[in-house]
């Protein structure tokens, strides 16, 4: 087993549910913890202040996409990744594995790595174990992910075994050709689709190479939040204690809540961006869609227990106008709100972990989530909310 490089402490559990500070060479990092994604140095429609504004501690960014525009040499010389993107705090940089495997008829594979032409300019690549840290590394990243291959949902369990398998293979070479430091940690990644078995070998073979974090990768990819739930209770208890756990790609926030519940500590998606780009906005009582006429003349804040502008300070109706109209600001706004309502939950979820009350926390959420909406402003309602805002920013 190897000594962490960067320092995971375990303050607090309860059942299965977990909070932990992780220190980096950039800060320290609270657990459970939602990083917003950057994936080519950029969270979309955010400036990195705002996003460091709605509590975030952690960015990922990518590896894939950095490599080939603007490289990774060229992010070096211009002093790392968190001078290039402004980005003071932990990077997370994904491998490029899962965007990669993602090409299809772009790539090919074999044990030595990933032969891809650029989706850019149809440029010709190989993406090895060794490039991949050796890309990271040059990224300056807090936290290197290693080299794996992340089968399709629906292959057959052969193809899942052997995928899992030179996953391992992969990460031995990546934690061979790591360059420890102090605050700078390397996450192997366990795959195995949905089989139990598969996820068992793998988390035991990569335990015993030794890692400074624990990645569960290869879910939220089609098979449910019933059988994504049933991996990772049966994952998470192998992986070491002392060790972040970190679940890849996902997801909503019902999915973080029962992730949370199951051990699992760190969190990525592009949901909550993706999602203010669109017009759909996430809220303690549910997702709900501002282009809807139902928000048309509504002045009331989207959800006025976030504390952050985007979702305190505009009205339901200048949102669902923004959206209506195409505005660039409209995204800005409801991705600023997604972020802080992500954040906002997972600092309920660590003090209701420390407090030994997480039981009761989720059941409260879910109440919530399956109430709903609030109801839409009668006239009458609508003059008083207006009235009320009229009042609190004179």
Known sequence: MSVAATAFTLLATDGEARCGRLETAHGPVETPTFMPVGTAASVKAMLPEMVAATGASTVLANTYHLMLRPGAERVARLGGLHRFMNWPGPILTDSGGFQVMSLAELRTIDETGVAFRSHVDGSRHLLTPERAIAIQHALDADIAMVLDECPRFGSGEGAIAEAMERTVRWAGRCRDAFVARPGYGLFGIVQGGVSPALRAACAEALVAIGFDGYAIGGLAVGEGQARMFEVIAATAPRLPADRPRYLMGVGKPADLVGAVARGVDMFDC?????????????TRYGAINLRNARHADDPRPLDETVACPASTDYSRAYLHHLVRSGEILGAMLLSWHNLAYYQALMAEMRAAIGGGR???????????????????????????????????SA
């Open 270 to 282: 592009v949901l909550p961006t993706r999602s203010g780009r669109t017009g759909q906005a996430f």
């Open 358 to 392: 997480f039981a009761a926390f989720a059941a409260a959420f879910a109440a919530d989530q399956e109430r709903g909406d609030i109801e839409p402003a009668t006239p009458a309602a609508a003059a008083d909310a207006e009235r009320e805002r009229e009042a609190r």
